[in-house]
């Protein structure tokens, strides 16, 4: 296996990145395991628009961890959004945000998606399964325009896989093969983020030599990752 492209600046490491692309953040925006240093420079440095976004919230970042300020991207760059937890800036929960005034608008698509079924519409996209059927949302609004399908005397749902052109995830440790290790609650959507992408930017806090993560301790194999972002490089 080939060693991966490595980075030390985050601007330089999502500069390529074009209009219309289809980004998976991992992570929780205000939590452990978010890119906050990718999506930054995303934010801040890239013009890239009409970006279609996938994870637990909307696109922004908390820069003084939770609670702290919350670092948004400016609505008119996105397209659509297919989140569980449409946040907002000026309250925990619900509209009230730049965000929430442009779903209402009817400028930015919003696909409300609850968040197990979030996680295994990753999973099958990383898994190669175009569809599967799930009980959650029959009989609801969740349903509408869906496929539905009896198996067994329950009603159940056909829903497709999610599949990106980026996935910025953040790991705790990745070797120069792009193998990576993650912190506790850092295993939420990262893992399936990254497997589920046409090419992953893995934002990590410690780089180390092939040989240096054992094979029991990869949750992320490096054919996944593509490039790195090391935020503190070990023996540079």
Not at 113 to 126: F, N, S, T, W, Y
Not at 178 to 192: D, E, Q, V
Request: glycine share 12%; hydrophobic share 40%.
């Amino acid at each position: 296996m080939a060693l991966r492209e490595i980075f030390d600046d985050p601007i330089a490491a999502i500069a390529d990145i074009p209009d219309g692309s289809v980004i998976m953040q991992g992570g929780f925006s205000a939590a452990l395991g978010a890119p906050i240093a990718l999506m930054k420079a995303l934010i801040e440095s890239s013009q890239a628009k009409y970006l279609t976004f996938i994870g637990n919230g909307t696109p922004q970042v908390s820069l003084g961890g939770r609670g702290g300020e919350m670092l948004t991207i400016d609505p008119a760059r996105v397209r659509k959004c297919v989140c569980s937890f449409p946040a907002s800036q000026s309250r925990t929960r619900g509209f009230g945000s730049a965000f929430g005034d442009a779903f209402e608008a009817g400028t930015v698509d919003l696909e409300l998606v609850p968040q197990g079924k979030l996680e295994e519409r990753l999973r099958a996209g990383g898994a190669g399964i175009p569809a599967f059927f799930t009980p959650t949302g029959a009989g609801t609004k969740f349903a509408d325009g869906k496929e539905q399908r009896e198996f067994e005397g329950r009603q159940y749902v056909m829903e497709r896989w999610l599949r990106a052109d980026y996935a910025f995830v953040h790991a705790l440790k990745a070797d120069r093969l792009g193998n990576l290790i993650y912190r506790n609650t850092a295993r939420n959507f990262n893992p399936l983020m990254a497997s589920a992408a046409r090419f992953t930017i893995a934002e990590v806090d410690e780089l180390v030599e092939p040989g240096e993560i054992s094979p029991y301790e990869v949750v992320t194999p490096g054919i996944f990752v593509h490039r790195i972002l090391v935020l503190n490089k070990k023996g540079s």
